[in-house]
T-cell receptor
């Protein structure tokens, strides 16, 4: 069935290091892959997204890569800062179901000063 | 995100009681969604609506009901049949086209007395 798997569930890095979060999806027809950041008690906020017609997208310290053949995509955060600490969710849209998003389980990122 | 409001921020439910969570948007978005988030977990889709007077069940619809009488409003009722309703409930909207970004409201935290 429809599924998005996200790894790791927790990630701890030192300030200034890079962080990588990986997701795999089950539906080869998926064509939209957003990433959300959620701080404690707050709403998820979109930080970057990618569509199936591109392989990589970058926005300052954040980048996302997509491998459609392998059905996986990754979030890369460089030069991490303590304010990057949050839970990050990946998602994939399922074309045959009106584009609804299926979310990964989340990664709790902790950036230690 | 500022165009999506949810109320109340906190809601307490007694045993056997139905409660209704409000979601209003002024973004002129066609699609609206309800998600449930349990502590330390991802977002699970309860119901979604792509157009007024139409809605579909998500992955965990049992014990919940919705209506979509107006484009701006998509209230969620948590019925007494939902035996474990304690969670953070998030409403989201999107333009309605397949593969478009979803924007989240601030959420309602439901607790059982």
């Amino acid at each position: 069935g429809e599924n998005v798997e996200q790894h790791p569930s927790t990630l701890s890095v030192q300030e200034g290091d890079s962080a990588v979060i990986k997701c795999t999806y089950s539906d080869s027809a998926s064509n939209y892959f957003p990433w959300y950041k959620q701080e404690l008690g707050k709403r998820p906020q979109l930080i970057i997204d990618i569509r199936s017609n591109v392989g990589e997208k970058k926005d300052q310290r954040i980048a996302v890569t997509l491998n459609k053949t392998a059905k996986h995509f990754s979030l890369h955060i460089t030069e991490t800062q303590p304010e990057d600490s949050a839970v990050y969710f990946c998602a994939a849209s399922f074309y045959n179901q009106g584009g609804k998003l299926i979310f990964g389980q989340g990664t709790e990122l902790s950036v230690k000063p | 995100d500022g165009g999506i409001t949810q109320s109340p921020k906190y809601l307490f439910r007694k045993e056997g009681q139905n409660v209704t969570l409000s979601c209003e948007q002024n973004l002129n978005h066609d699609a609206m969604y309800w998600y449930r988030q349990d502590p330390g977990q991802g977002l699970r889709l309860i119901y979604y609506s792509q157009i007024v007077n139409d809605f579909q069940k998500g992955d965990i619809a049992e014990g919940y009901s919705v209506s979509r009488e107006k484009k701006e409003s998509f209230p969620l009722t948590v019925t007494s049949a939902q035996k474990n309703p304690t969670a953070f409930y998030l409403c989201a909207t999107a333009t309605g086209s397949i593969g478009e970004t979803q924007y989240f409201g601030p959420g309602t935290r439901l607790l059982v007395l």
